[in-house]
């Protein structure tokens, strides 16, 4: 494998991390509110969360490159203050990846937290419970397949992610050249040997991956039982 495939490779695992550990700080308190919400507003912010689930990743990946450009307000901005741009920067990946991302840790929170709320959460209010102890030490601990689903559904996204990440990225070495752009780039020069070699580690990790989960949902299960 070639230094700069080895590069790809870090840096997809870094993105994924850093977007995985970002998901869990935004979606938690997002799906708890979902979850216990009963504003009208609840189904508009549904469907804002689902959206990347529907819209192509190259129509998400435009309007993000229009709205990190130098040229707008949250592109200026940036620009002004840190020096660099968003578009086809580092940066601008993670805060792409977590947009796209975003339902894939939603989703599992809120419904492991619409499985514990109720009932539970009001026994924990009738002991004078404060709603973040009743959060951290009732509904929290009972939503760990929740958490667990939710890290690694953004993480393995955030691996596979395509569209996104050439619209917003690029293809810039050791900046914004991940894993899946440097297959896309193997196969179109027919270096089909280096494409398999990145596909096959991806295939192997997520499948690994997936089978810890599904392995412990099973014992989780069993001991719930």
């Known amino acids: 494998m070639t230094a700069p495939d080895l590069s ?6 870094r993105l994924a991390f850093l977007v995985t550990v970002i998901l869990l700080l935004i979606a938690t308190p997002l799906a708890w509110w979902l979850a216990n919400t009963r504003t009208r507003l609840k189904p ?7 959206l990347p689930l529907v819209l192509p990743p190259t129509v998400l990946g435009f309007y993000l490159l229009i709205l990190f450009n130098p040229n707008s307000a949250i592109g200026g901005f940036w620009l ?3 020096g660099d741009t968003l578009s086809f920067s580092f940066t601008g990946l993670v805060i792409a990846s977590v947009i796209y991302s975003l339902p894939f840790a939603v989703q599992p929170l809120q419904a492991a937290f619409e499985s514990v709320a109720g009932a539970l959460m009001e026994a924990a ?12 030490t009732v509904a929290a601990p009972l939503s760990v397949r929740g958490f667990l689903t939710a890290a690694v559904l953004s993480f393995a996204h955030t691996l596979g992610e395509f569209g996104v990440v050439l619209m917003v990225g690029g293809a810039i070495p050791g900046e914004t050249r991940v894993v899946s752009i440097a297959i896309y780039e193997h ?20 499948f690994f991956v997936l089978m810890l989960v599904y392995v412990f949902n099973r014992r989780h299960r069993v001991h719930v039982h």
């Open 8 to 13: 790809a490779l870090w840096l997809t695992f």
């Open 44 to 50: 508009a912010v549904e469907a804002i969360v689902a």
């Open 80 to 82: 002004s203050v840190t």
């Open 125 to 136: 209010a009738s002991l004078r419970a404060s709603p973040l102890d009743a959060f951290l």
């Open 187 to 206: 196969v179109e020069t027919l270096r089909y040997g280096e494409a398999h070699a990145l596909s096959l580690i991806l295939l192997a990790f997520s």
